[in-house]
Each structure stands twice: as structure tokens, then as C-alpha cells.
Nanobody, 124 residues
Framework: QLQLVESGGGLVQPGGSLRLSCAAS????????IGWFRQAPGKEREGVSC????????ILADSVKGRFTISRDNAKNTVYLHMSSLKPEDTAVYYC?????????????????WGQGTQVTVSS
């Protein structure tokens, strides 16, 4: 069964850091572009970042540039989202997903096989 599992979320103070993990089971991530998305209560799901299969091409949303980075370890079948200088407005459920169009994109409709999400709460 193809499955993505996000982990690493939690409660952090403003200015803090977290590393989210997106681990795949049942298939290899080697040939897939992976995207990270987030959804806050009452808001639409928005793209945060994506990374292509080799890790050579990435996209970061303007709202997280300079604070978040994305990386992957294909040997561990895992993609990471490194978040620093966190702000209260970063509070959301964070999801990872496998692309369905063969390219890096921050549009949710380009992705299939979503994980269940991990909650990130930034609050003092």
C-alpha cells in the first residue's frame, strides 16, 4: 500500500525551529517530486515548498523564503522540511504529497497520494 507519513510537528515558540519529515512506505520516492503544503483553520490549502526527484530543483513560497528549506534523503526514502524563525502565522496542519504531473509545483491539484498531516503550532 502506497503511503506517506508526516512527522515532526508540535508546539514551538515564535522564532523557534522544527524539522518535518515525510516518509514513504510501499514505494520509492527516488523518481518522484514531493511537495509540502499547509492548511490553517478556515483557509485553503497552500503550497509551501517542493523538491524534484534529484533534489536539484526546489521551490519555496514567498511567505517562507529565507526561513524554510527543503531537502531529501532518497536512501531513507524521506523528504524534510526545515523550518526556522517560525511565526504564529505558520500555524497549520502540514501535509506532504507526491506530484502527479512530473514537475515541481506549489499547486495542490498537481499532487496525488497525500499524507495525513502533522500539526504545527507556533505560540508563546
Amino acid at each position: 500500500q502506497l503511503q506517506l507519513v508526516e512527522s515532526g510537528g508540535g508546539l514551538v515558540q515564535p522564532g523557534g525551529s522544527l524539522r518535518l519529515s515525510c516518509a514513504a512506505s510501499g514505494f520509492s520516492l527516488d523518481y518522484n517530486t514531493i511537495g509540502w503544503f499547509r492548511q490553517a483553520p478556515g483557509k485553503e490549502r497552500e503550497g509551501v515548498s517542493c523538491i524534484n526527484n534529484s533534489g536539484g530543483s526546489t521551490i519555496l513560497a514567498d511567505s517562507v523564503k529565507g526561513r524554510f528549506t527543503i531537502s531529501r534523503d532518497n536512501a531513507k526514502n524521506t523528504v524534510y522540511l526545515h523550518m526556522s524563525s517560525l511565526k504564529p502565522e505558520d500555524t497549520a496542519v502540514y501535509y506532504c504529497a507526491v506530484d502527479g504531473v512530473g514537475r515541481c509545483s506549489v499547486y495542490p491539484y498537481d499532487y496525488v497520494n497525500w499524507g495525513q498531516g502533522t500539526q504545527v503550532t507556533v505560540s508563546s
